[in-house]
């Protein structure tokens, strides 16, 4: 394993100059070892953030400009909305519009989600491609296992790996990947003067959790097809969302709140991508930009048939 390196900063070489690694805010062994890791993975040259929020942060920096318009995903992860908000001020522009159609014509940037967190829409990369804007395609529930986002189209690849890469709900991370090097170069010099870089800690994290990603997205995805289908076919549930892969289900009942609050194996919680399963209403958050009843679970590694007994007895429970 790669060592984890804490310092913030390395000794000059014997002439005065600097060597590979100087101070921790531009780059750190162990966060240079996970981004050779995850660009290996997808394919582009990768940067670690301290968050997936970082990493949008960055990406806002690097490529957008006053008077610009980004075209948000709806559906996608709400707080994506609320961060693009806060450049609002300084005149950037963000409309929502549905991925799995056309883009809006005049938007300058397009920021996907594949899948959308909670809706689990897909976007019509056919029509994304068509599109002159720049795309950044959030793909943290997709992992690299299941989308290869610059392969479809996206010029810039970003993950929340506080989710599913590093896959323990142990560590804050984010990540962008681009193949483009002048886009890499901005998005790097976003990180160092906005002080958006990640933790050793946190890339360490990502080095153990990319070792294990396939073989955990792979059984989560096979036990949330099958909930996903047993869900569909409960008398409580009106509604189920399943793209056909990865950890995550959304599901409509009549009473989120008495179903969330029941179960004992699936954690009552937020966030998503670990290997214990979890499940949260997300109204408390959203609001009314989602179904009042929307619950989102996120499968983890445990026993299909006890994640199935334990959904179902909460299903079975009388509203409150
Ligand atoms: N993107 C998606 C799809 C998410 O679900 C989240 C967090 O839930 C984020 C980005 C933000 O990531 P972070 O919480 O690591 O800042």
Redesign the pocket.
Known sequence: MEPLDRSTVWPYDEHGEPREFVYQRYAHPTGAAAERALGRMEGGDALLY???????TACVFAFCRPGMTVALAEG??F??GVTLGQFEPWGLKVVEFDQTGEPPAGADVLWL?AP??PLLTLPDWAAVRAHPGLVIC?A??ATPVFLHALDEGADVA??????YLTGHSNA???ATVTRDPGRTKALYDARLRLGLAASPDSAAALLHGLETLEVRVRRQTETARELARRLEDHPAVLRVRYPGFGGLIAFDVADARTVETATKLIANQ????GVSSSMESRWRWEGDRIPRGLLRLSVGLEDAEALWADLAAALDRPSS
Do not use: I
């Open positions: 301290a968050s997936g929020t970082s990493a949008a996608a992860y707080g994506t989600e959308a967190n959030d943290t529930v970003l993950h929340s790996a506080t989710k804050m991370l984010g937020t966030s998503l991508g």
